[in-house]
């Protein structure tokens, strides 16, 4: 195998490569990426068993077909610190060893034979359509931050995608949640659909995003019973799904909040973030104090003392409420427009939140104690 690759399209492939692998795997092959230069593509492969990653490069000459597979990580470590746009020659010189050399630089990487590499076809043709990638994106953002964290809860670790009807009318609806916090976003559908109900993993989702922040087009979605397939552009991301049944998340979104808190989002999300900052790690309890149209802000902790601070919003009742300051922050940051609303009933009461400039978006999240 004998072909030449560009260095700056080798080192974006290999950086998304490494999000997939697993940096302390038990099989060798498994920290290896599968390299096969064949009819004028080179074919870029890596995978965890759990989530394969495949990216087709064509601005390649190859002189000689053949495949084989290199440690992922040496090879991306050599690859970034070339000069951009400068072609890179490989030679597979023996079954075992791959020659690199570019400019001045020369090196020889072990390699394990193609045949060890752990990948699978499978026909995903059968429940297949297509969702604009920036749609898609903007589901992934909205509910990221709300996936749990907890290994006890595995059915938690992932956004649960499904569809709803609003209206008479379709949409693809993400949701995630901690049980602490919720966040749920829908996009309209152009076409009628069959998809059941699935849980994306989170290491698929931050892999997803990171392959989505730079692309405008049109994303191919398929899914079997366990797996999903996403094509676009020049690559395609295969990912198991999570086993388990997702809570009805239906219940848990308030129904009767009519205390309707509407303030400025930029200084609100200063304000909490300042305050917040006397908790090292934003998990005391914002006490938010509300009263003729205006909020005060306070944090205490024993260890580093307190912070106040007050705002002008628009409030026609009394109430105090505490949330985790950090919940907060993440919601607050993920809105587009100038405003944020939060919708109130009781100091014991989940909180309702809304962009007024999204109206495809909401998240709810539980109060602290005390």
């Given at each position: ?50 989530l ?42 023996s ?77 693809l ?20 659909i ?12 931050f892999?997803l ?33 999570i ?128």
């Amino acid at each position: 195998m004998k072909f030449s690759v560009n260095q700056k399209d080798l080192q974006n492939s290999l950086n998304y490569c490494q999000g997939v692998i697993e940096k302390r795997s038990t099989l060798p092959i498994l920290s290896n990426v599968l390299l096969d230069a064949q009819k004028g593509n080179l074919k870029i492969i890596a995978t965890d068993l759990d989530l394969i990653f495949i990216q087709n490069l064509s601005n390649i000459e190859i002189s000689e077909e053949g495949q084989t597979t290199t440690s992922c990580s040496v090879m991306y470590d050599i690859v970034r610190k070339f000069n951009n746009e400068k072609k890179i020659n490989f030679n597979l010189v023996s079954e075992n060893k791959i020659n690199l050399e570019s400019d001045k630089s020369t090196f020889n990487l072990n390699c394990i034979k193609a045949s060890e590499f752990p990948i699978t076809e499978e026909n995903f043709k059968e429940n297949e359509f297509v969702l604009n990638s920036k749609k898609l994106l903007k589901l992934l953002n909205k509910c990221k931050f709300s996936i749990s964290n907890d290994e006890t809860r595995h059915y938690l670790s992932g956004i649960f995608f499904h569809l709803t009807d609003v209206e008479n009318k379709k949409f693809l609806t993400a949701a995630a949640t901690d049980s602490h916090r919720m966040a749920i976003s829908k996009t309209l559908l152009s076409e009628d659909i069959e998809f059941e109900p699935i849980i994306l993993p989170k290491k698929t989702i931050f892999q997803l995003c990171s392959l989505l922040e730079d692309y405008d087009g049109d994303v191919k979605i398929s899914n079997l019973k366990s797996k999903i397939k996403f094509e676009f552009n020049n690559s395609i991301l295969i990912s198991k799904l999570i086993d388990g049944k997702f809570p009805n998340y239906f219940q848990v979104i308030p129904k009767d909040n009519q205390k309707k808190l509407e303030i400025e989002l930029k200084p609100f999300l200063t304000s909490v973030d300042r305050v917040a900052s006397v908790s090292l790690d934003k998990k005391d309890g914002l006490r938010m104090s509300l009263s003729n149209n205006n909020l005060n802000l306070s944090v205490n902790n024993s260890n580093s003392g307190d912070g106040k601070e007050s705002l002008a919003v628009k409030f026609d009742h009394e109430l105090d409420i505490s949330f985790n300051p950090r919940y907060l922050i993440d919601v607050a940051s993920n809105l587009e427009g100038n405003k944020i609303e939060i919708y109130l009933k009781e100091s014991g009461s989940p909180a309702l939140i809304k962009d007024p400039s999204d109206f495809d978006s909401i998240y709810v999240i539980m109060p602290m104690k005390g």
